[in-house]
């Protein structure tokens, strides 16, 4: 398996991931558990963030100069996404989030994983470099800890 490959297949895992917190974030609200959730959730925006950092330092610049539109959607969505994390993150402080709320981000997060799945992806199999890829997967690793794993701490 080659690095590109490996890369390609660690930001699916990623997306993965990324939706199967969502869900154990839901259930947590579904049970009214919102001490819990209020200890998870910054994991959980350091496990996003890693993510779509990652994907703006190490594949977009590439990707801008074949496709500057499909850059420039998924950059305007990274945006979208960042601003729900954060407008949740104080919600859930001030304990006045709605599950409404959460599944807004859940359907952000899963439409926009689709349109990477669907092109960029793919195309960066074959245009991104060894190094930039490695970067990225060490990046994305590094936040790697299983869901209520007390030695995840915050990004510096
Ligand atoms: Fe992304
Ligand atoms: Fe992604």
């Given amino acids: 398996m080659t690095a590109i490959r490996s890369l390609r297949a660690v930001l699916l895992d990623d997306h993965g991931r990324i ?3 969502l869900d154990s974030i839901l259930n947590l609200l579904a049970r009214n558990e919102l001490a819990v959730i209020e200890q998870e959730w910054a994991p959980f925006e350091d496990v996003v963030l890693a993510h779509l950092d990652g994907e703006e330092m190490h594949v ?3 990707f801008a ?3 500057p539109e499909g850059a420039r959607r998924i950059l305007a969505e ?9 407008r949740l993150g104080v919600a859930f402080e001030l304990r006045r989030v709605r599950p409404n709320d959460v599944q807004d981000l859940a359907r952000l997060l899963v439409d926009h994983a689709m349109t990477e799945e669907s092109y960029l992806y793919n195309w960066s199999e074959t245009h991104i470099q060894r190094e930039a890829s490695s970067r990225l997967v060490r990046r994305i690793a590094s936040t790697w800890h299983p869901f209520g794993d007390r030695r995840r701490t915050r990004r510096r």
Wanted: glycine share 6%; no cysteine.
């Fill in 19 to 21: 939706e199967t917190f």
């Fill in 60 to 62: 977009i610049p590439t």
């Fill in 65 to 67: 100069k074949a496709d």
């Fill in 78 to 86: 990274h945006a979208r996404i960042r601003e729900g994390l954060s």
